[in-house]
Nanobody, 114 residues
Framework: VQLQASGGGLVQPGGSLRLSCAAS????????MAWYRQAPGKQRELVAS???????NYADSVKGRFTISRDNAKNTVYLQMNSLKPEDTAVYYC?????????WGQGTQVTVSS
């Protein structure tokens, strides 16, 4: 099983980006999926998660600005990020519980700067 993340880049404050993460390989069932981020010198933190049934959870710092969603048929999770701030700058990692094993994507850089 592999997770392939994409969609990062450089954006100005107030801008938007959409991250995608697709799982591939021998997948019978994908349970929870999530996005984490790690800024330089900081620990990795949970940004948002979504259950197989669509229940979502967000870090307080991104509530109202970020939206996590998933396409179960494609084994893909998305993170729509709006009203981006410089403090959102980090490497973003996707994570998926597949068959009770947790997998990580390779990370995608998001830089918010003018």
């Amino acid at each position: 099983v592999q997770l392939q993340a994409s969609g990062g880049g450089l954006v100005q404050p107030g801008g938007s980006l959409r991250l995608s993460c697709a799982a591939s390989g021998s997948i019978l069932r994908t349970n929870g999926m999530a996005w984490y981020r790690q800024a330089p010198g900081k620990q990795r933190e949970l940004v948002a998660s979504i259950s197989s049934g669509g229940r979502t959870n967000y870090a307080d710092s991104v509530k109202g600005r970020f939206t996590i969603s998933r396409d179960n048929a494609k084994n893909t999770v998305y993170l729509q990020m709006n009203s981006l701030k410089p403090e959102d700058t980090a490497v973003y990692y996707c994570n998926a519980d597949i068959g009770r094993t947790f997998y990580w994507g390779q990370g995608t850089q998001v830089t918010v700067s003018s």
